[in-house]
């Protein structure tokens, strides 16, 4: 059966005849016989007993009205899937973020993304902000949450967040001795300072290589990694110090360092949703965004 043939015999079966079934059906009811005759015919087997009144279903028509539910339900849920899909509620969205900020935006925006889309699925690339960009260019991703300038021609930007970058001084550092922690200082005052360092591939390393050449300094190093709480850590433990934004000023930081905001310095490199300009975003890519700002937003009240 295809599916006309399967809707036409469930309606005999449930009208109890070819006339009722023909009227519910808006079709004739000399082509509703034929079309049941040239099932019946291609089954080998009758489906109804037409003696009785209403029509009966012999044992090869039970099977044939079960077989013709399964096949319409079938296609029901593919047509409500497709409606979804051109509906744009149903989808994969490919997102770019860094581990840091995954860590911070994730656990807040996904159970309400989950809520809203629930039919969307998110797979996950994770890089440091310096490299999501590209990805986002090349197609690997479809959205990426990176801290960049939005300088790309060919890339729209949605600001999330503005970050302020600053020296995070563990309590041991000289830093954290000359100055109460809040104060704009210049680069240069960190001069002698042993300096905890993320890797290449980080928006805050591209802003710390940058000054560093700007000022002249060559300061020690003392550890270079791929994971901010690593660097964190480590520059709060040892007495170092780190570049990094504000957004990563947590309870630790306050209780065992300090923060000195970056006096002379404009950062304009700030937490964007990035995406190809000139294309449509998906209903869900573009609720998936203001569902970041919001709980960002709110996190900060």
């Known amino acids: 059966m295809n599916l006309k043939q399967a809707r036409y ?8 005849g ?3 079934a023909a009227r519910k059906l808006y079709v004739s009811q000399p082509a509703l016989s034929q079309m049941l005759r040239q099932v019946e ?10 003696s009785a009144a209403p029509f009966r279903l012999t044992f090869a028509g039970e099977k044939a009205v079960e077989a013709a539910g399964v096949m319409l339900a079938a296609h029901e849920r593919l047509e ?45 690339t994770e890089r440091g902000s310096a490299a999501l960009e590209e990805l986002v260019s090349r197609g690997e991703v479809d ?16 600001l999330i967040e503005r970050e302020v970058i600053g020296i995070l001084a ?12 809040g104060t704009a200082v210049r680069v240069e005052e960190a001069a002698g300072e042993v300096f905890i360092s993320l890797k290449e591939g980080h928006s805050v390393r591209v802003v710390q290589d940058m000054l560093f050449r700007r000022c002249g300094l060559s300061p020690k190093v003392l550890l270079e990694t791929d994971s901010l709480e690593v660097a964190k850590r480590v520059a709060l433990g040892t007495g170092s110090c780190m570049l990094c934004s504000n957004i990563y000023v947590d309870d630790m930081v306050r209780r065992h360092g300090a923060f000195f ?19 449509p975003l998906p209903r869900y890519a573009a609720g998936f965004i203001q569902i970041v700002k919001q709980v960002l937003g709110q996190r900060e009240m």
């Open 80 to 124: 409500n899937q497709l409606q979804e899909i051109r509906e744009e509620n149903s989808g994969r969205l490919r997102l770019g973020i860094s581990v840091q900020r995954a860590g911070q935006v994730l656990p807040l925006a996904l159970p309400w993304f989950a809520m809203q889309y629930p039919h969307v699925s998110l797979t996950l």
């Open 41 to 50: 015919a291609e089954l080998g087997a009758e489906l109804f007993d037409r």
């Open 261 to 279: 905001p970056l006096e002379g310095f404009e950062n304009n490199r700030h937490f964007f949703a990035c995406y190809p300009k000139g294309e």
């Open 143 to 158: 959205l990426a949450l990176a801290a960049i300038e939005s300088t790309s021609p060919q890339m729209a930007y949605e």
């Open 9 to 16: 015999i469930r309606a005999i079966a449930q009208e109890g």
């Open 170 to 181: 563990g309590e041991g550092a000289a830093l954290s001795h000359r100055f109460p922690s």
């Open 18 to 20: 070819v006339t009722a």
